[in-house]
């Protein structure tokens, strides 16, 4: 198992460009996260997801979307980025009715924002 | 507002023991989680707590005190490996987790 993955790993866009970071899992988890990481500042979620088809925002979610097509994946779009989108952006997972077990986290995409 | 406490940065010495403590203030509470993140990757599950008291796993163990909104995570016989951040999380009455900034341990030889 590969657990959950992202891509890509680094990324460098200047502004008013758009990406997608995409997020799979194959832990067959019905529950994904995308936070973002930001020195000396907790983990913030931006969208999440309890199931495919269905997403919700989270506590920072402007400027970004997402669509959960498939029950692996999770997408997060950034459609003009901005500088203040630099930052280290984490996929998570979790299986549905188990929300007290831990969350599988993937290994991050860099992002900067020139 | 929610809110959660933790020493920014602290320093230890190989084999020895060590105590991070949190503190909270959330809209509800459904329990409390502590992770571990090495510098450059993803934070990885330690422990969970949502009754009051000591959860012992192996060199760490971790405490809460519903209360006095309070934890700690303790680590002992410190190895160099340790040296990471250790995040604290807590899952609020809507069931997402609102995360500390992080404490930084430095393990010194």
């Known amino acids: 198992n590969a657990g959950v993955t992202q891509t890509p790993k680094f990324r460098v866009l200047k502004t008013g460009q758009s990406m997608t970071l995409l997020c799979a899992q194959d832990?067959?988890?019905?529950?994904m996260y995308w936070y973002r990481q930001d020195p000396g500042m907790g983990l913030r979620l931006i969208h999440y997801?309890?199931?495919?088809?269905?997403?919700a925002k989270g506590e920072v979610p402007d400027g970004y979307n997402v669509s959960r097509l498939k029950k692996q994946n999770f997408l997060l779009g950034l459609e003009s980025a901005a500088p203040s989108q630099t930052s280290v952006y984490f996929c998570?997972?979790?299986?549905?009715?188990?929300?007290?077990?831990?969350?599988?986290f993937g290994p991050g995409t860099r992002l900067t924002v020139l | 507002g929610q809110n959660i406490d933790q020493p920014t940065e602290m320093t230890a010495t190989e084999g020895a023991i060590v105590q991070i403590n949190c503190t909270y203030q959330?809209?509800?509470?459904?329990?409390l989680f502590w992770y571990q993140q090495h510098a450059g990757e993803a934070p990885t599950f330690l422990s969970y707590?949502?009754l009051d008291g000591l959860e012992e796993k192996g060199r760490f163990s971790s405490f809460l005190s519903r209360s006095k909104g309070y934890s700690y995570l303790l680590l002992k016989e410190l190895q160099m490996k340790d040296s990471a951040s250790y995040l604290c999380a807590v899952l609020d009455s809507n069931y997402q987790l609102i995360w500390g900034a992080g404490t930084k341990l430095i393990i010194k030889p």
């Open positions: 832990m067959n988890h019905e529950y």
């Open positions: 998570a997972s979790t299986h549905e009715g188990d929300l007290y077990n831990e969350q599988f």
């Open positions: 997801s309890v199931g495919e088809g269905t997403t």
């Open positions: 707590n949502v």
């Open positions: 959330t809209s509800g509470f459904n329990g």
